[in-house]
C-alpha cells in the first residue's frame, strides 16, 4: 500500500493479529502512517493491546510516555514530507505544461496513420484484427481510433 490512505487491508490484518506482549515491525514510519491523526490513532491501538512497535531498527512502546511522546513528533515530519513531494510534483508539472512538455499519453499512431486505418477499414476489405497486425497495435487501439475518428 502507498501510505497516503488509511484504508490498508494488510495493515489492518497485522493490527487485528498482534497480540499482548507482540512487537508490530514496519520498516519506516511512512508505511504505517502519513497523517498525525491516522498514526495516534494506530499507537493508541498498540497502546491499548500492550503492544511495541518497531520502526526500522528501532523498538518504541507507545506506552512509555517519553517514546510516546517521540512517536507523536515522527509523523509530524513524515506528514511534512509527504506534502513538500506534492508540492514538488505540482510545480514540476506547471513548469512542464507551461514549457509544452507535459501532453500526458501520446497516441500510437501519427495523424496519417490513423487517416489511413480509417480509410482502410472503410473499404470492407480489412478485419480489425487484420489492420491491429498491419499497424502493429492491439485490436482495442483500432476501435478507439475509428471511434475517435468517427465521432470527429
Not at 495516534?40 to 518504541?60: P, T
Request: with cysteine; glycine share 6%; net charge positive.
Amino acid at each position: 500500500f502507498t501510505g497516503t490512505t488509511r484504508a490498508h487491508p494488510g495493515l489492518d490484518q497485522a493490527l487485528t493479529a498482534v497480540r499482548e506482549g507482540d512487537t508490530l515491525v514496519v520498516p519506516k514510519l511512512d508505511r504505517l502512517a502519513r497523517s498525525v491523526p491516522d498514526a495516534r490513532a494506530i499507537a493508541d491501538q498498540l497502546r491499548e493491546r500492550d503492544v511495541k512497535l518497531a520502526l526500522g531498527r528501532a523498538l518504541y512502546d507507545p506506552g512509555d510516555r517519553w517514546e510516546g511522546c517521540f512517536f507523536n513528533i515522527l509523523p509530524t515530519f513524515s506528514e511534512f514530507e509527504a506534502d513538500l513531494i506534492r508540492m514538488r510534483t505540482r510545480e514540476g508539472m506547471a513548469i512542464a505544461r507551461a514549457k509544452g512538455k507535459l501532453r500526458g499519453k501520446q497516441p500510437k499512431l501519427s495523424d496519417r496513420q490513423q487517416r489511413e486505418l480509417c480509410r482502410m477499414h472503410a473499404t470492407g476489405e480489412y478485419s480489425i484484427s487484420d489492420l491491429a497486425e498491419l499497424f502493429s497495435v492491439s485490436r482495442p487501439t483500432v476501435y478507439r481510433t475509428l471511434n475517435r475518428r468517427l465521432s470527429s
